[in-house]
Nanobody, 127 residues
Framework: QVQLVESGGGLVQTGDSLRLSCAAS????????MGWFRQAPGKEREFVAG????????YYADSVKGRITISRDNAKNMVYLQMNSLKPEDTAVYYC????????????????????WGQGTQVTVSS
């Protein structure tokens, strides 16, 4: 069992930056590729970013590429999502996920392969 707890969400203005954190506990953190999904009101959940078990490979959704960076610290059991140049369309609940089936991340994480989800943290970007 892995517990994921997100933090760092909030209300910001267009163009601002925000860093989300995800603290993992339980089974060995480095066994899992990690990622972030988000879900806006009335919309389907979508993949945002993913990072491999060692951090050697990452993948981003086209909508966030160049503005968002995912990173992880296996010594601290933490994964981060640095979000810059935020836009109103980034408004959503952001979920941290752990994927035990994926080794290298060269494509969006498949939600069907996600083993654990966090409870989510709200990000609201005002125009």
């Amino acid at each position: 069992q892995v517990q994921l707890v997100e933090s760092g969400g909030g209300l910001v203005q267009t163009g601002d930056s925000l860093r989300l954190s995800c603290a993992a506990s339980g089974r060995t953190f480095s066994w899992y590729a990690m990622g972030w999904f988000r879900q806006a009101p009335g919309k389907e959940r979508e993949f945002v970013a993913g990072i491999s078990r060692t951090g050697g490979s990452t993948y981003y959704a086209d909508s966030v590429k160049g503005r968002i960076t995912i990173s992880r610290d296996n010594a601290k059991n933490m994964v981060y999502l640095q979000m810059n140049s935020l836009k109103p369309e980034d408004t959503a609940v952001y979920y941290c996920v752990a994927d035990g089936q994926t080794m290298l991340v060269f494509a969006p994480l498949d939600a069907a392969h996600v083993d654990y989800w966090g409870q989510g943290t709200q990000v609201t970007v005002s125009s």
